[in-house]
């Protein structure tokens, strides 16, 4: 069942540092306000490519990158959190969003198949889970942690079923992710199916949780894992705005955001939090009032 | 050395030497792939995949990102419908999209006779349709190396049309293109064997043929034997073809005719499934049919030639 809550654990905060907590939230503030800068941006038609924004769920991104950090990162189509929580250029993206030759993968990727090689990040081909796979051979040839992340409708495709089962019988050191919004574009998951992905993956022998976004949650349960590998984390996210495009149906089943942000109000640290909120919204502003400045192709 | 003896020796060199990956479906069972795969494991680096077809081309372009540049085995051309996704829409695209080559060795292999409708033939025009597959069809012990020396100097995914009629050949084969001739051949794959037997065939009828065997199907490299051989060639040419005709051999018949203003057609398999009866198979044309298809040709332009001038 799909909650904001789904699996919670009373106080997990509490397992955090104050600094880890205060690092989460200062990149989901930035993937946030670069994605809202990119809704600008889009809607007054300086970006004329089908966009894929992470609004809502910047929090998933944010704890990976801090639990799970040097990986070999496979994301999908929507992906500008993964690239920006690990540290991939953000004037590059922007960039690659306006067309441009300086872009992170020189305007070919556009906003769904971009990439970094800075922080090991490998393209996407615009096929759903082709990323899984992919992401398994690596991981076999490197030996070397690999992130796969999909969606919960990626996550239905044969071959990633396939290269799951292959991943755990080579126990290969990979985290895999579904980002679980419910939706493929507007189907619900009941209409698709009847099965969860944790039980497949834990058939598979792979250990699996599923979640809500909350991003300590996130971190418990991948330093709980410790060095099992493969596993899995099916996690209940929202998307905010259309699947493609900054159009909006209603309003969110929940803001992570918000809620953790009140959460951090209750924990005594609304300054902080608040410093860091605006320190990431004038970068993120500035990063993009520089970049169009340079003129759109 | 054989091609069957040639590619398991630089498969093994490969592993032991270059850290370098081989992988596929049944390897190391039955066979070991027509004796063309070492006799060694997961360890070194020969590894077994799981029946997952799909998932399986798209974990061997994994170890080729990660620069192990694999040898994927696809035992049966006919199953590339299913391995094809992950290469030709990744590998093929990954230094377009990114600059980040994805070089891969597909060794895919066919077989023709009593196998049926998805195992049976070529499938190699599948591959040329996409930009950034470079597309080979050895037949012979050096015509391998070369492939596999050509991929090793580059970093490109590489499609191998290998045929099990190839396997225990242990002898090169030379084009053969006389001054004067009346056809020309352009045999690929195991075309190659009967276009060969047919020359003798319709030399024996007085019919002087030159054979110029392809083995580059993308991109078709047109040798000067190519050019030499049109223009003796009184009657055009044939591109012969172990793959469906709407394909690879249409679109060097195409290019050929361009180059050369001749006119080439083309000859493969028939426009239907194969069954397994024999009389329901689908063949690659044989000596017999290659000399009937020939000659009809020929009759052909000729009538089209006298028709035109009473014109």
Not at chain 1, 94 to 123: V, W, Y
Not at chain 1, 136 to 146: C, E, H, I, Q
Not at chain 2, 236 to 259: H, R, S, T
Not at chain 2, 275 to 296: H, M
Request: hydrophobic share 45%.
């Amino acid at each position: 069942m799909r909650s904001q809550n789904t699996g919670a654990i009373e106080n997990v905060i509490r397992e955090l540092s104050e600094q880890d907590i205060l690092e989460i939230f200062k990149r989901i503030c930035m993937i946030r306000y670069f994605e809202l800068n990119v809704k600008k941006a889009f809607d007054k038609g300086l970006i004329k490519m089908p966009i894929y924004l992470s609004v809502g769920q910047e929090s998933v991104a944010a704890a990976l990158s801090l639990v799970y950090p040097d990986a070999a990162i496979f994301g999908q189509h929507r992906c500008h959190d993964l690239y920006l929580a690990y540290g991939g250029s953000v004037e590059a993206l922007i960039d690659e969003l306006l067309h441009r030759p300086t872009g992170c993968a020189k305007g070919m990727g556009g906003s769904a198949s971009i990439h970094s090689p800075a922080i090991n990040m490998f393209g996407h081909d615009g096929l759903m889970g082709t990323q899984i796979p992919i992401a398994v051979g690596y991981a076999f040839a490197k030996n070397k942690r690999t992130l796969a992340v999909m969606g919960d409708a990626s996550a239905e495709e044969d071959y990633v079923l396939g290269a799951l089962g292959y991943a755990a019988h080579k126990k290969l050191p990979m985290a895999f992710v579904c980002m679980d919004n419910g939706l493929s574009i507007l189907t619900k998951v009941a209409v698709r199916r009847n099965w969860k992905m944790t039980d497949i993956a834990a058939a598979f022998g792979i250990q699996a949780v599923e979640i809500t976004d909350n991003p300590w949650l996130i971190v418990h349960h991948m330093r709980k894992f410790g060095g099992a590998m493969p596993i899995f984390m099916n996690i209940h996210v929202v998307r905010h705005l259309w699947h493609n495009g900054t159009g909006v149906d209603g309003p969110p089943e929940w803001d992570r955001f918000a809620l953790i942000k009140e959460e951090l109000q209750k924990v005594g640290m609304n300054e902080k939090i608040t410093s860091i909120e605006e320190d990431a919204r004038d970068s993120m502003d500035r990063a993009w009032e520089t970049q169009l400045a340079l003129g759109t192709i | 050395m054989n091609v069957a003896e040639t590619i398991k020796q630089i498969t093994r060199e490969h592993l032991l030497k270059n850290n370098g990956l081989a992988l596929g479906q049944c390897l190391t069972a039955v066979g070991w792939v027509g004796g063309t795969v070492p006799e060694m494991g997961d360890e070194d680096g020969l590894v077994e995949l799981s029946m997952a077809d799909v998932a399986g081309g798209g974990i061997a372009v994994g170890m080729a990102l990660a620069g192990r540049r694999p040898i994927y085995i696809v035992r049966y051309q006919g199953f590339q419908w299913f391995n094809a996704a992950h290469i030709v829409n990744y590998a093929a695209k990954s230094k377009d999209m990114w600059g980040i080559p994805c070089p891969i060795f597909v060794r895919s292999i066919a077989m023709d006779g009593a196998i049926g409708p998805v195992a049976g033939g070529s499938h190699h025009s599948l591959f040329t349709r996409m930009p950034g597959m470079f597309v080979y069809a050895p037949m012979t012990p050096n015509e391998w190396r070369a492939g596999w020396e050509f991929f090793m100097a580059h970093d490109d995914p590489m499609y191998i049309s290998e045929h099990r009629r190839s396997f225990p050949i242990d002898y090169e084969m030379e084009n053969i293109v006389h001054s004067e001739a009346d056809f020309t051949l352009f045999p690929i794959s195991s075309t190659r064997l009967e276009a060969v037997k047919a020359v003798d065939m319709l030399a024996g009828e007085g019919i002087t043929c030159n054979v110029v065997h392809l083995t580059w199907l993308k991109p078709f490299v047109a040798t000067p034997d190519v050019n030499r051989a049109l223009e003796s060639s009184r009657h055009g040419g044939l591109v012969l073809d172990g793959d469906f005709e709407n394909g690879a051999a249409k679109c060097i018949a195409f290019d050929l005719m361009q180059k050369t203003g001749k006119n080439i057609r083309v000859f493969g398999l028939e426009e239907r499934a194969a069954g397994f009866a024999p009389q329901l198979d689908n063949l690659p044309p044989t000596a017999e049919k290659i000399c009937r298809k020939v000659k009809e040709i020929m009759v052909d332009d000729t009538d089209s030639r006298f028709m035109f001038r009473l014109s």
